[in-house]
């Protein structure tokens, strides 16, 4: 049986992973801070959920243990967690950018280098997908914080497929506006449409067909897969 194991699992894109890969017949570990209501049902149909904090070193040290008493091979890893916010006013830069890099950076590059030789595999690579950002390339000034993290996770990305293959692949994922937060106001919708050459908000479906494109086609490594509508050319 393949294994997924997806971290912030709990809800939007990490939940829709989650039961996508149940229902393809995976196991699936899921990582998150806490469980939810939705995932919940998942666990009662056969996911495993494991208590993670991509912020604390020793959370997640205690997760990869739970995983590597469980797995013998892991043949997708999903970096799905994040931390957005824009750049704060006060004097607190570093405790922010530290909380920024330990979600996007530490956490990923930790987990990826423990569970190395659970998805290294001649024969069948095993594959990490970083959810990232187009602002990783394309930044924004309220967002500096935030986007120097993701380009960190870019450049992650790159250097492990390198180092790693033909063992293991490691791609990443680069969303646009594909589902906004509840947060995010009518006005804020509007604004971000228009800077959008497809103009609509696609929900989460296109990100799993790039997850699928990704798992599929094994001759593709290294890769920065945007999914924005056209937003990052705009």
């Not at 995932?39 to 494991?50: H, S």
């Not at 997908?129 to 960190?152: G, M, N, T, W």
Request: aromatic fraction near 8%; hydrophobic fraction near 45%; glycine fraction near 6%.
């Amino acid at each position: 049986m393949n294994t997924i194991v997806v971290s912030g699992a709990s809800r939007r894109f990490g939940l829709m992973v989650a039961e996508r890969y149940l229902k393809l017949g995976w196991q699936v570990i899921a990582l998150s801070r806490q469980s939810s209501a939705e995932l919940d049902t998942l666990v009662a149909q056969g996911v495993l959920w494991i208590a993670c904090d991509y912020e604390d070193k020793g959370s997640v040290l205690k997760a990869l243990g739970q995983i590597e008493q469980r797995v013998k091979s892991i043949q997708l890893l999903v970096h799905n967690a994040s931390y957005f916010a824009v750049d704060s006013t006060d004097f607190d830069a570093w405790d922010q950018l530290e909380r920024f890099n330990r979600v996007h950076v530490q956490a990923p590059a930790l987990m990826n280098y423990q569970l190395q030789p659970l998805l290294t595999n001649l024969d069948q690579p095993g594959l990490i997908v970083h959810l990232s950002d187009i602002f990783a390339d394309r930044p924004r000034a309220a967002h500096a914080r935030y986007c120097s993290s993701k380009a960190a996770l870019e450049n992650l990305t790159k250097s492990l497929a390198l180092k790693w293959a033909p063992g293991i692949r490691v791609n990443s994922i680069q969303p646009g506006p594909v589902k906004f937060l509840p947060s995010h106001s009518e006005a804020d919708k509007a604004r971000v449409l228009a800077e959008t050459p497809l103009g609509y908000e696609a929900g989460f479906e296109p990100l799993l067909k790039a997850l699928d494109y990704l798992v599929d086609n094994q001759f593709v490594t290294g890769c920065s897969l945007k999914v924005d509508g056209g937003r990052s050319i705009a």
